[in-house]
């Protein structure tokens, strides 16, 4: 592929200052996907905290960070990493005399990248691919100009979302995570309003968690009274009850279940408690 440089008047400047032509000053111009994505530095969103909501208004904090990098020498490197979920993405350019790549970290540890050499979308590498989106409607807003990133297709895909969806003006607009749910950004506001409800909610579960631990204790004591009641009375056929380890282990479980239930935002998931 032919290189795509440029040269840059330094040469000519040189030159009448009485310096040495010869000593030309060149720099890739960039292309393609890459040149979209650097083109996302005017007007970039200065938030560099984002909110993500699922249907049941699980809620997410992430912080984000978009380096452009300088006139002469233009980048971009994006990061955003959730506070609460597996969310932890890494996108980012490189030039070089190729026109460029973009590189996608989606790893937890960020030691495994995928590069897409030379991507003009749709561009493909080893199951992911990288599409352009014009606009995308998410909740009450439309973002326009989105990078999607597809990893669904891959069978072996080692990274924590299944989708993203990258706004080059706005950063994280969208992710969908391996077992299909749909996180969309959200106002700060109705972050705050979510938080606010799951804290009910988390104390409406431990109270109840609380409820049935305290009537599975009831009834195993009021068990070993009745049992010492008749041994003091003679019976030996009614030997001393011991609370055994299993129906307290089976009293914690429970308790966590409708912890559990209740902070993931699926009341249905009560079912599975065996209560």
Not at 26 to 53: R, T, W
Not at 128 to 135: C, G, I, P, V, W
Not at 220 to 233: H, P
Not at 235 to 250: A, N, R
Request: with cysteine; proline share 3%.
């Amino acid at each position: 592929m032919m290189k795509k440089l440029i040269l840059l008047a330094a040469g000519a400047l040189l030159w009448a200052c009485g310096g040495d032509s010869s000593s030309e000053v060149y720099k890739i111009e960039p292309v393609g996907g890459v040149q979209v994505l650097l083109n996302g530095k005017k007007g970039f969103s200065k938030d560099s905290v984002i909110y993500l909501a699922d249907s049941v208004k699980f809620v997410d904090k992430l912080n984000q960070s978009a380096d452009f990098g300088k006139e002469d020498h233009p980048k971009l490197v994006y990061s955003a990493k959730a506070l609460a979920s597996a969310i932890d993405i890494e996108l980012q350019t490189l030039l070089n005399d190729d026109d460029g790549s973009i590189v996608v970290s989606c790893h937890p540890s960020h030691d495994r990248k995928i590069y897409f050499n030379e991507p003009v979308f749709p561009a493909t590498q080893d199951g992911y691919t990288l599409t352009m989106e014009d606009s995308l409607k998410v909740g009450d807003s439309t973002y326009y100009d989105v990078l999607k990133f597809d990893a669904s297709k891959n069978d072996s895909n080692f990274c924590s979302v299944s989708a993203f969806y990258y706004g080059i003006h706005d950063g994280l607009v969208k992710v969908v995570s391996k077992n299909g749910v749909e996180l969309n950004r959200v106002s700060a506001k109705v972050y705050k309003d979510a938080e606010k409800r799951r804290e009910k909610e988390r104390a409406i579960a431990d109270s109840i968690a609380q409820a049935v631990a305290d009537s599975i204790a009831q009834a195993v004591a009021d068990s070993i009274l009745k049992a010492n009641t008749a041994a003091q009375e003679g019976d030996d056929d009614d030997p001393q009850i011991e609370i055994p380890q299993d129906v307290q282990d089976l009293v914690d479980s429970i308790a966590e279940c409708i912890k559990r239930a209740y902070s993931s935002g699926s009341l249905s998931a009560l079912k599975e408690c065996g209560i």
